[in-house]
């Protein structure tokens, strides 16, 4: 069975542009979670969306937004990039809203420069 | 709001020796979740823990809970330079927010 995967693995952009990330979860699992992790601040929670709607939300600005699909994967979109959004970005994902254990993709390395 | 603490943070230790890492949380949570990363990698899962009490082993490791303490301990037992690597704790903050531990970063010296 596939696990979550990410594209792109790398992405380097310059301050002000936008990112986007994209997650494909496992088959079958419904709900996707982003979290950030950058050097120093550790793993940090960004966004969870189920079924299409977005069910909570991390301590960032509204800068970072994202969406999921009717096929359950996931885009996550950075607006006006600063320095400090370089980081590794986590997507994962869970069978069943609120039960499950999340099964971490490889992530997507953001640099901006 | 909750806080997650690891210690150490930092563990290096020889091969077959045991060592425990703990985690400490600041609010009552129905779950806790043990995960491993290795260098330039994602998050492995290692263990869920759902109750108070809740034992899991793996291999030479084991994860236990203490929800009255709000505290869970991963035990390495004799441990083997492949367990190198660094382990995060993470707790449910409810609404499926996990809030993960600094995280501790292992090195096992042959």
């Known amino acids: 069975e596939a696990g979550v995967t990410q594209s792109p693995t790398h992405l380097i952009k310059t301050r002000g542009q936008q990112a986007t990330l994209r997650c494909s979860p496992i088959s079958g699992h419904t709900s996707v979670y982003w979290y950030q992790q950058a050097l120093g601040l550790g793993l940090q929670f960004l966004l969870w969306y189920d079924e299409g709607e977005e069910r909570n939300r991390g301590n960032f600005p509204p800068r970072f937004s994202g969406r999921q699909f009717p096929n359950y994967s996931s885009e996550l979109n950075v607006n006006a990039l600063e320095l400090e959004d370089s980081a590794l970005y986590l997507c994962?994902?869970?069978?069943?809203?609120?039960?499950?254990?999340?099964?971490f993709g490889p992530g997507t390395r953001l640099t901006v420069l | 709001e909750l806080k997650v603490e690891q210690n150490p943070l930092f563990l290096s230790m020889q091969e077959g020796k045991n060592y425990t890492i703990y985690c400490n949380y600041s609010?009552?949570?129905?779950?806790l979740y043990w995960y491993r990363q290795d260098p330039g990698k994602s998050l492995e899962s290692l263990f869920v823990?759902?109750?108070?009490?809740a034992v899991k082993q793996e291999g030479r490791l084991m994860a236990s809970l203490d929800t009255k303490a709000r505290l869970s301990t991963l035990h390495i037992t004799a441990a083997v330079h492949d367990l190198s690597a660094t382990y995060f704790c993470?707790?449910?903050?409810?609404?499926?927010?996990?809030?993960f531990g600094q995280g501790t970063r292992l090195t096992i010296n042959p």
């Open positions: 994962a994902s869970s069978l069943l809203m609120g039960t499950d254990t999340q099964y």
């Open positions: 609010t009552t949570s129905d779950r």
């Open positions: 993470a707790v449910d903050a409810a609404a499926q927010k996990l809030v």
């Open positions: 823990l759902l109750s108070n009490g």
